[in-house]
């Protein structure tokens, strides 16, 4: 299990700790983005195809990395180095690189925006918590397919809520 989760819940920590059982699992060694230099994480052809905005005859059976560097213009890149998609090649705002656009969304499966969060008190802010865990407590969240990252949203609507706080 990753250590970096921080889903309060076990099925929320089970939809953090992809690939699931039926995806074959995805090397766990440091990829750099080709553009940026940065560490990258491993994500499912799956959620790159559900993502991408472009023919699906571009994706090929390799291994996919999210590159998660605000600055950085590449989404998903070939573990490879033979292929990569960038931020106008992806269906809709990717949050880790427009946090700044109130239209981004924050949390793919149960729709909360950057801007509705900001918009918030801060009581309202923990019932969006609390309604994400419901919502993966039942079993409604799809974030290995929803979520351009490819887990769960909980980690970034978390650091948003924090730094919401402290702003």
């Known amino acids: 299990m990753s250590d970096s989760c921080r889903c309060p819940s076990e099925a929320g920590r089970a ?3 992809l690939p699931t059982s ?3 699992a995805m090397g766990h060694e440091v990829a750099n983005c080709p553009e940026c230099g940065q560490a990258s994480k491993a994500v499912q052809g799956q959620t ?3 993502l991408l905005a472009v023919s699906l ?3 090929r059976d390799v291994e996919y990395r999210f590159c998660r560097t605000s600055t950085c213009p590449v989404v998903y890149f070939a573990s490879d180095g033979q292929q990569l998609f960038t931020r106008d090649q992806v269906q809709r705002p990717i949050y880790q690189k427009a946090q700044q656009d109130d239209a981004t969304p924050l949390c793919y499966c149960f729709g909360y925006t950057v801007g509705a969060l900001r918009a918030m008190t ?3 802010r ?3 918590i609390d309604d994400i865990n419901t919502g993966i407590q039942a079993g409604q969240c799809a974030c290995d397919m929803r979520n351009p990252q490819g ?3 909980l980690g970034n609507v978390r650091e948003l809520i924090k730094q919401l706080v402290t702003a």
């Open 126 to 128: 923990a019932s969006v």
């Open 151 to 153: 887990s769960c949203c």
């Open 22 to 24: 039926t995806v074959p």
């Open 57 to 59: 005859r571009a994706v």
């Open 48 to 50: 790159v195809k559900a």
């Open 122 to 124: 801060q009581a309202q």
């Open 15 to 17: 939809v953090c700790d």
